[in-house]
């Protein structure tokens, strides 16, 4: 495979749960990443002292420059949001979250929810209006991503709620169109559809002082009717709370923190248990004897 552009999308694959997941579980990086070695984007280099995550860092390298795929994107917002601007000890970092009809891209939390839809150079406007739709009814503030020279070309599509945020070929983030906050017209069930069984309980407790004890197949309908009774302020605080809580605990802070810069997003994303969290890190550190081939 000779073509750049192939090549560099081949090396993209690496880039994903399965293969991060396979690493994780085996502790080996052999299967996962074969099909880039056969295909030459990954080869053998004497320097055999170079470990895994420095390969994943050239391969990324390599990515964010000719290849600006949604992982791009979603791992730029990791390292400029949480790592930046936050930190993951206080702001959580969820990808594809449910909201609605819609699964929104990056949802972070922080003092307040925001909503990040990507849509890169590959991508269409296509369902965005809907999408967007979704995330107000649960997010203070939702935000497109895209190219700088894609701005105007979304700008029109969405609600003026939404803001717009560039993001530049250097990983740079700038907020052409700010997003309005949101809280007052937040949806109670919309939020209460995203939250887990033991948040949504534990927050029907907090709420009305009693935590309900009914079978599986009604304690559900019973909360939401309870949840969506709740101020749109309220509920949107037990979303805050109940986000957080999800990313911001000390092992995954310390999980996260010891990643490889280009694999940030794909430890957020990927759900992985303790023993698969230690083995993926002692194979990043390992000495590999590869390198990229461009």
């Known amino acids: 495979m000779t073509n750049l552009p192939d090549r560099v999308r081949l ?8 293969v991060f997941a396979a690493m994780a579980r085996t502790g080996d990086h052999d299967v996962p990443l074969r099909a880039l070695v056969k295909a ?11 470990p895994l995550s420095s390969v994943f ?12 795929n949604e992982y791009v994107y979603k791992n730029d917002l990791a390292s400029r949001l949480v790592f930046g601007r936050h930190s993951p000890r206080t702001a959580s970092f969820q990808v594809e979250l449910p909201v609605g009809r819609s699964i929104v891209d990056v949802a972070v939390a922080n003092g307040t929810t925001t909503a990040y ?14 999408q967007t739709y979704d995330y107000l009814k ?18 029109s599509e969405v609600d003026s709620r939404v803001g717009l945020i560039s993001l530049s070929t250097k990983g740079t983030l700038s907020i052409r169109r700010e997003a309005h906050s949101n809280l007052e017209r937040l949806d109670s069930a919309t939020i209460f559809r995203c939250l887990r069984q033991s948040e949504y309980l534990d927050a ?8 309900p004890s009914l079978p599986n197949g009604l ?44 694999l940030r997003a794909l430890g957020y994303a990927t759900p992985l248990s303790g023993r698969q969290r230690s083995n993926i890190l ?13």
């Not at 029907?204 to 935590?211: A, Q, S, T, V």
């Open 117 to 130: 839809e990507i849509k890169t150079e590959y991508d269409t406007a296509k369902r965005l209006k809907t």
């Open 57 to 68: 860092d050239e391969a990324w390298d390599h990515i964010a420059r000719i290849y600006r």
């Open 282 to 294: 002692a194979l990043l550190s390992k000495p590999v004897g590869l390198t990229v081939v461009m």
């Open 204 to 211: 029907i407790e907090m709420l009305f002082g009693e935590r």
């Open 138 to 155: 649960a997010f203070d503030r939702v935000f497109v991503v895209t190219h700088p020279a894609h701005l105007k070309r979304f700008e």
């Open 11 to 18: 090396l993209a694959s690496a880039f994903t749960r399965p």
């Open 40 to 50: 030459g984007v990954l080869k053998s280099h004497r320097d055999d002292r170079q």
């Open 219 to 262: 304690i559900g309908a019973h909360c939401e009717k309870l949840f969506s009774t709740v101020s749109s302020e309220d509920a949107h605080r037990v979303f805050v709370n109940a986000l957080r809580a999800r990313t911001t605990d000390g092992n995954t802070v310390g999980f996260v923190s010891q990643l490889p810069t280009s």
